[in-house]
């Protein structure tokens, strides 16, 4: 003969494992389907790609990503001749072929539309 909290403990039990179980099914289709698709879904390294402000932070970390992953040609761009330099060699030395064009690019004052040179 059960007592109360027997009776109790599996009223709970049986009551988490009723409510739970939507969600347990749910994670279990939700990685089901992310196995799937993970395993399917291969997309090919772009061939040619260009990258502005490839001298340092987000676009140097990209040009050297993609170089790594297969890229063929990258058209690299910045301001900075010296670090768009460095980014070059680290991207032809995982075997990409580099265009890059670096230096300023400012308008000077007298170029811009609607000024007058003095």
């Known amino acids: 003969m059960y007592g109360f909290s027997e009776c109790f403990q599996g009223a709970v039990q049986l009551l ?3 409510a739970l179980q939507p969600l347990y099914l749910l994670a279990l289709a939700v990685e089901w389907l992310s196995s799937i698709f993970t395993a399917r879904v291969k ?10 402000g490839a001298g340092s932070g987000l676009g140097r970390q990209f040009a050297i990503h993609y170089a790594k992953q297969g890229a063929t040609h990258l058209a690299l761009l910045d301001l900075s001749q010296k670090a768009l330099d460095e980014t070059v060699a680290s ?10 064009l670096g230096g300023t690019a400012r308008p000077t004052p007298t170029s811009r539309p609607g000024s007058t040179a003095t």
């Open 16 to 18: 988490l494992l009723t």
């Open 43 to 52: 997309v090919p390294p772009p061939k040619v790609v260009l990258i502005t």
């Open 91 to 100: 991207c032809a030395a995982a075997g990409a072929t580099c265009a890059y």
